[in-house]
């Protein structure tokens, strides 16, 4: 029967190799990903751009904006 510390030596060097995994993985996709940006000629800004864009927050509004009135009465101008 395998011993504790032989058990967590194995859970380690799993550990490591898995992490090599994700590395390599990821290196790929990164490629990949800039491989298509040049090829359409996308930005680092243009895809900021987008993604501010996309989830409907900009930092103005993520701030908010204090005192800014929520209603405004047309007719009187009162808010």
Sequence with gaps: MATLEAIQA???K???QAQALKAKAASGVIKQIHDLMAHH???IDDVAG????ASGKTKANAVGKAGSA???DPQTGAS
């Design 41 to 43: 000629e996308i930005s």
């Design 70 to 72: 929520k209603y405004v």
């Design 14 to 16: 799993l550990e490591a």
């Design 50 to 53: 987008f993604v501010g864009k």
């Design 10 to 12: 194995r859970i380690k």
